[in-house]
């Protein structure tokens, strides 16, 4: 019963390709978010949705389009990928607005993504 | 500009060493502060938070942290590290006053030698 899932874990492609990764939360929370993780183990926040609003967007290429169909999805497509887009990608989920700063996120295991 | 701090990129230890692990931030007002852990290959596990009452914070296994309000800091102890402990360690902060953006630090690289 994984809380915060990703698929695929693993996704190797070719650059200019376009793919999506997808994540669900089975917590009821109310936020989700996409980060970045690079090379050098940095993390950004790229995207959070609530209520299936876009409520952050970090400046992140137009290439990469967040969707969500409902409040326990929220699924990352990708563009034209690129070199630099090989990272690993964290998706999150928080509770309600008012909760998630003492509550903090839990995170999903990762999907690594490697752009040939 | 706004930014979390984790000054130790590389630590290694032996295993029974004790640990410290910086953080500062530099928001103001108040403010949520959490460790967080990734073991090699995996996903980003929560260690323990603060968001208010005692300042010194106890989390899983052995670790504790204590946020000192004055010296923007909240730094992650454990009195005896083992060799399971070989990770990256990640401080983060939630600004009360910037909605509910979980902001990290660049993480630490902790290895622990048998």
């Known amino acids: 019963d994984t809380a915060v899932s990703q698929t695929p874990k693993y996704l190797v492609t070719q650059m200019g390709n376009d793919k999506s990764i997808k994540c669900e939360q089975n917590?009821?929370?109310?936020?989700m978010y996409w980060y970045k993780q690079d090379s050098k183990k940095f993390l950004k926040i790229m995207f959070s949705y609530n209520n299936k609003e876009l409520i952050i967007n970090e400046t992140v290429p137009n290439r990469f389009s967040p969707k969500s169909p409902d409040k326990a999805h929220l699924n990352l497509h990708i563009n034209s990928l690129e070199l630099g887009d090989s990272a690993v990608y964290f998706c999150?989920?928080?509770?309600?607005?008012?909760?998630?700063?003492?509550?903090?996120?839990?995170f999903g295991s990762g999907t690594r993504l490697t752009v040939v | 500009a706004q930014s979390v701090s984790q000054h130790n990129h590389h630590v290694i230890l032996s295993e029974a060493a004790s640990l410290e692990l910086g953080c500062n931030y530099s928001?103001?007002?108040?403010?949520?502060l959490f460790w967080y852990v990734q073991y090699p290959g995996q996903h980003l596990q929560l260690l323990l938070k603060y968001f208010s009452g005692d300042p010194l914070v106890k989390g899983i296994k052995g670790f504790e942290a204590e946020f000192i309000k004055s010296k923007f800091s909240f730094n992650l102890r454990k009195p005896s590290v083992q060799w399971s402990d070989t990770a990256e360690y990640f401080c983060?902060?939630?600004?009360?006053?910037?909605?509910?953006?979980?902001?990290f630090g660049g993480g630490t690289r902790l290895m622990v030698k048998p």
């Open positions: 917590l009821g929370h109310d936020t």
């Open positions: 983060a902060v939630i600004p009360n006053n910037a909605g509910n953006m979980l902001t």
């Open positions: 999150a989920s928080s509770p309600q607005l008012s909760r998630a700063s003492s509550y903090g996120y839990t």
């Open positions: 928001y103001g007002g108040t403010v949520n």
